[in-house]
């Protein structure tokens, strides 16, 4: 179950998923459960469930096989040191954060700047004559 924590939920179940494969109880090759037994394990929408696949994907943590499921990558043939695919999850970890964080920022912006136009609207510009 995801905690409120103010980590946002997507993040705990990819970082839950992310566990799994490191501990072993998900070995490469092996199907993630479906997105609605996710969403019953997480208790979370299938939206919140897509995001954290979507982070694994990013990740290169899961592949994806059109209407086959997800499966765990087998990362053993990439040549990859562990030190460096931790650092490239937390990094794609900090940019899915970073990416969040500006959508609300963009967000609140055009909230505020949509409150300003209702409370000053704009004075008609006065005409020049002669000109």
Same mark, same amino acid.
């Given at each position: ?23 072993? =109880?998900?070995?490469? %090759? ?5 997105? &609605? *037994?996710?969403? @019953?394990?997480?208790? $979370?929408? +299938? ?27 087998? =990362?053993?043939?990439? %040549? ?5 695919? &931790? *650092?490239?999850? @937390?990094?794609?970890? $900090?940019? +899915? ?35």
């Amino acid at each position: 179950m995801v905690q409120r924590s103010g980590r946002p939920g997507y993040l705990q179940i990819a970082d839950d998923l992310r566990q799994q494969v490191a501990d072993g =109880r998900l070995a490469p %090759g092996d199907a993630l459960p479906s997105t &609605a *037994q996710l969403r @019953e394990q997480y208790d $979370v929408s +299938a939206g919140v469930v897509k995001a954290a696949i979507s982070v694994l994907r990013t990740e290169g943590v899961v592949v994806g096989q059109q209407g086959k499921g997800v499966f765990i990558r087998d =990362r053993s043939g990439t %040549g990859e040191p562990p030190a460096q695919s &931790a *650092q490239a999850a @937390e990094e794609s970890t $900090v940019m +899915a954060q970073l990416t969040e964080v500006l959508g609300a920022v963009r967000e609140l912006g055009e909230r505020v700047a949509r409150l300003e136009a209702s409370v000053y609207p704009e004075p008609q510009k006065a005409r020049r004559s002669g000109k």
